[in-house]
Structure formats: C-alpha cells, structure tokens
C-alpha cells in the first residue's frame, strides 16, 4: 500500500511557514527540538507532509498554553511507545488467532 497523501514529505518551508504564520527559524527551532521530522532533498531543502503542518500547529497551541518543548517532546515519545506497544500486541493476538485456527500467512 502506498504511503498517504498526508504524510509524503513534499512541502517546502516557504510553503509550511505561509500555511502556519510561523517563521521559518521557528520551524527550524520546532526541528532542533525534535518534534517535527521533515525529510531532506538531495539538494537539503527540507520537505514537510501536510501531517507535519498539523503537528506545528498543536506545537504552537500547547505552547500558547504555557507547556514547554521538553514537555510536548516527552509527551510524544510517551505516544510513540504506546503506539508501538499496541501494534506488538496487534501482531501477537494475529498470531494466535492465526495459530489457533490455522491460517498461514504469507511473507
């Protein structure tokens, strides 16, 4: 399956700043502090996904009401591991099941 629209990186900081109001050294900054992840071009323009623009903006929404990048930081790695928690319990339950009733998958 084909990567969605809303998370190919293709948008240009130009773009990501006229869209958001933010300036580009504020986008930078929300880099340097690793809550956004915008890919590189070969030439290392930075590209954005129409999901990093949502991210930016509830960036700028909690730190409007006073939580620090530190925070907002910790906050998503805290999402990041029950993300991956759940999907290692997705696979294992699809496992079973599979075992349970003899399905075989394919590779």
Request: aromatic share 8%; proline share 2%.
């Amino acid at each position: 399956m084909s990567e969605s629209y809303k998370h190919k990186k293709v948008i240009t900081i130009g773009t990501v700043s006229e869209i958001t109001g933010l300036t580009e050294r504020q986008i930078r900054y929300y880099e340097e502090r690793r809550l956004i992840f915008p890919e590189r071009s070969q030439r290392g323009t930075r590209k954005y996904s129409f999901h990093d623009i949502e991210q930016l903006m509830e960036i700028v929404e909690k730190m409007e009401d006073g939580v620090q990048t530190f925070e907002i930081r910790q906050e998503m790695l805290k999402k990041e591991k029950k993300r991956d928690e759940r999907k290692i319990r997705d696979e294992m339950i699809r496992g079973q099941l599979n075992a349970r009733f003899g399905i075989q998958q394919s590779p």
